[in-house]
């Protein structure tokens, strides 16, 4: 994932990048970048590794070295950003958000059409920035560049270029993810996060609107070329999972959205008669923990917080890479209360669930610290399909996710036929599906809530909200 922040002021503002990028740190653990520009010293910029450290802690020195009146900063998880590219178009940084799943085809083709040359990363990959800067110089000015762009790459892609007079910033075509724009007395700013810029002492602007390109100044935000709201299908896991809990998007608010889905996941309970005999309803912390104070406040049953997580040490903002050292790590860091666990019956919320490793081992350190029963409701439906849009759910293999691995194993290839049905617990499909589940994570009961009650708990139609992940519809 990742996310990027930018302003334009009559002042100095690369203190406020600073502190508006660090306010991203929750979207990626990767890498973090920022690129000032002030015609006295030129383009200025500073990258750096997060993972192992936060981001205000790598950039603090920076940014009393840097100055400017433009400055953009990111939070990655993928490439080194944002990276200086020189064109016809001139000298710019430009950082982006999404994926490009056809980078090698798109890549081989430049260089058939005569791009001389690349710059590979050791990796041997080439920068998505640089890539999405020679796309950008097929064309004649970065409107219509941009627009090539969008067009040429498969997957998604939102941006933000820093030039010598202004930012521009283009929301990918679908409106996956939310670009707002900040005003100031003394200038504007454009963030991922609603958030980001509030302690900053700017106001909410407006919206950019799916496909929308704008160019900021210390003066104004002007649109110079229209997107299409009516195409917008902006990521539903934004509010699920990946979203902070003072973020809004599209004017829903997350922590509102997590405890109107929990109440929904409660009346879901009720109402099929399914709702557990427990002694606490707990969420798994942190984005499980507002789910349950609404299936808490929804069914009447108290809500308690049986383990704490230690975050001083261990924020996701720096999480390691390796996959085994961050199982390692989401089993250190949780630190329980042994009073409400021993003999107790459990009911836990979880924004997902999506390999089922991390929480497998939740639930064996909760028997190990005496619960007696542990009931499990996911905060949305069964992840199906690795995203192809973003990086939410991504996976080298879709036979990763455990309830692929369940269909697999029940039916081979013909299983996907019946997604619907192992998605609904009135199936026989989706009844064998938990259960199994709850086989292999040692869980007395589990249930998702649906997609029905996902797309209502955000509150904006249908249309307009992704969920590929879960239905696999584009």
Same mark, same amino acid.
């Given at each position: +994932?990742?996310?990027?922040?930018?302003?334009?002021?009559?002042?100095?503002?690369?203190?406020?990048?600073?502190?508006?990028?660090?306010?991203?740190?929750?979207?990626?653990?990767?890498?973090?970048?920022?690129?000032?520009?002030?015609?006295?010293?030129?383009?200025?910029?500073?990258?750096?590794?997060?993972?192992?450290?936060?981001?205000?802690?790598?950039?603090?020195?920076?940014? /009393?070295? +840097?100055?400017?009146?433009?400055?953009?900063?990111?939070?990655?998880?993928?490439?080194? !950003?944002?990276?200086?590219?020189?064109? #016809?178009?001139?000298?710019?940084?430009?950082?982006? /958000?999404?994926?490009?799943?056809?980078?090698?085809?798109? =890549?081989? *083709?430049?260089?058939?059409?005569?791009?001389?040359?690349?710059?590979?990363?050791?990796?041997?990959?080439?920068?998505?920035?640089?890539?999405?800067?020679?796309?950008?110089? !097929?064309?004649?000015?970065?409107?219509?560049?941009?627009?090539?762009?969008?067009?040429?790459?498969? %997957?998604?892609?939102?941006?933000? &270029?820093?030039?010598?007079?202004?930012?521009?910033?283009?929301?990918?075509?679908?409106?996956?993810?939310?670009?707002? =724009?900040?005003?100031?007395?003394?200038?504007?700013?454009?963030?991922?996060?609603?958030?980001?810029? !509030?302690?900053?002492?700017?106001?909410?602007?407006? *919206?950019?609107?799916?496909?929308? &390109?704008?160019?900021?100044?210390?003066?104004?935000?002007?649109?110079?070329?229209? %997107?299409?709201?009516?195409?917008?299908?902006?990521?539903?896991?934004?509010?699920?999972?990946?979203?902070?809990?003072?973020?809004?998007?599209?004017?829903?608010? $997350?922590?509102?959205?997590?405890?109107?889905?929990?109440?929904?996941?409660?009346?879901?309970?009720?109402?099929?008669?399914? @709702?557990?005999? /427990?002694?606490?309803?707990?969420? &798994?912390?942190?984005?499980?923990?507002?789910?349950?104070?609404?299936?808490?406040?929804?069914?009447?049953?108290?809500?308690?917080?049986?383990?704490? #997580?230690?975050?001083?040490?261990?924020?996701?903002?720096?999480?390691?890479?390796?996959?085994?050292?961050?199982?390692? =790590?989401?089993?250190?860091?949780?630190?329980?209360?042994?009073?409400?666990?021993?003999?107790?019956?459990?009911?836990?919320?979880?924004?997902? &669930? $999506?390999? %089922?490793?991390?929480?497998?081992?939740? =639930?064996?350190?909760?028997?190990?610290?005496?619960?007696?029963?542990?009931?499990?409701?996911?905060?949305?439906?069964?992840?199906?399909?690795?995203? #192809?849009?973003?990086?939410?759910?991504?996976?080298?293999?879709?036979?990763?996710?455990?309830?692929?691995?369940?269909?697999?194993?029940?039916?081979?290839?013909?299983?996907?036929?019946?997604?619907? *049905?192992?998605?609904?617990?009135?199936?026989?499909?989706?009844?064998?599906?938990?259960?199994?589940?709850?086989?292999?994570?040692? @869980?007395?009961?589990?249930?998702?809530?649906?997609?029905?009650?996902?797309?209502?708990? /955000?509150?904006?139609?249908?249309?307009?909200?992704?969920?590929?992940?879960?239905?696999?519809?584009?």
């Amino acid at each position: +994932m990742g996310g990027f922040f930018g302003a334009a002021s009559k002042n100095d503002c690369v203190t406020d990048v600073f502190f508006g990028t660090d306010y991203h740190s929750h979207l990626g653990t990767r890498r973090g970048g920022l690129t000032s520009y002030t015609e006295n010293i030129g383009f200025q910029r500073n990258i750096h590794s997060i993972e192992n450290s936060p981001f205000r802690t790598k950039f603090e020195n920076d940014v /009393v070295k +840097m100055e400017g009146n433009l400055c953009i900063g990111c939070i990655s998880d993928t490439d080194p !950003q944002p990276i200086l590219v020189r064109s #016809k178009l001139g000298l710019y940084a430009i950082c982006s /958000v999404g994926i490009i799943r056809n980078a090698d085809a798109l =890549v081989q *083709e430049l260089l058939e059409n005569g791009c001389a040359n690349f710059e590979t990363m050791s990796s041997g990959n080439i920068n998505s920035g640089d890539l999405i800067g020679a796309l950008i110089a !097929q064309k004649n000015s970065f409107v219509e560049g941009i627009r090539y762009a969008q067009e040429k790459i498969e %997957g998604t892609m939102s941006l933000i &270029i820093l030039t010598k007079t202004s930012i521009i910033a283009a929301r990918d075509t679908y409106g996956k993810l939310p670009i707002i =724009v900040g005003k100031r007395d003394d200038g504007y700013c454009i963030s991922t996060e609603s958030f980001a810029f !509030q302690k900053l002492g700017y106001e909410i602007f407006r *919206e950019l609107e799916a496909g929308e &390109i704008a160019e900021i100044t210390s003066d104004g935000c002007e649109t110079i070329s229209k %997107g299409d709201p009516s195409k917008m299908k902006i990521c539903t896991f934004l509010w699920t999972y990946y979203g902070y809990p003072t973020a809004s998007y599209e004017g829903v608010n $997350v922590e509102v959205m997590r405890t109107r889905n929990g109440e929904i996941m409660a009346e879901n309970d009720i109402k099929a008669g399914r @709702l557990p005999d /427990v002694d606490y309803v707990c969420g &798994i912390p942190d984005s499980g923990t507002p789910h349950a104070i609404g299936y808490a406040n929804k069914s009447g049953i108290p809500f308690a917080r049986p383990f704490i #997580k230690y975050t001083p040490t261990w924020p996701r903002s720096f999480m390691p890479s390796n996959q085994k050292m961050r199982n390692q =790590v989401a089993k250190m860091k949780l630190i329980p209360v042994h009073e409400l666990i021993a003999g107790k019956k459990l009911l836990f919320i979880d924004d997902s &669930i $999506v390999r %089922g490793t991390q929480l497998r081992e939740t =639930v064996e350190f909760l028997y190990e610290n005496g619960a007696k029963e542990i009931h499990m409701r996911s905060a949305c439906p069964p992840i199906m399909f690795s995203c #192809k849009y973003l990086n939410f759910s991504r996976s080298t293999s879709e036979l990763e996710l455990i309830a692929r691995q369940i269909i697999n194993e029940l039916e081979g290839d013909e299983g996907t036929k019946y997604i619907s *049905e192992y998605c609904s617990s009135d199936t026989e499909r989706g009844r064998k599906l938990r259960e199994e589940i709850c086989r292999r994570l040692k @869980l007395t009961s589990l249930e998702f809530q649906t997609l029905e009650g996902t797309q209502k708990a /955000v509150g904006l139609p249908e249309c307009n909200l992704c969920s590929y992940c879960w239905s696999g519809l584009e």
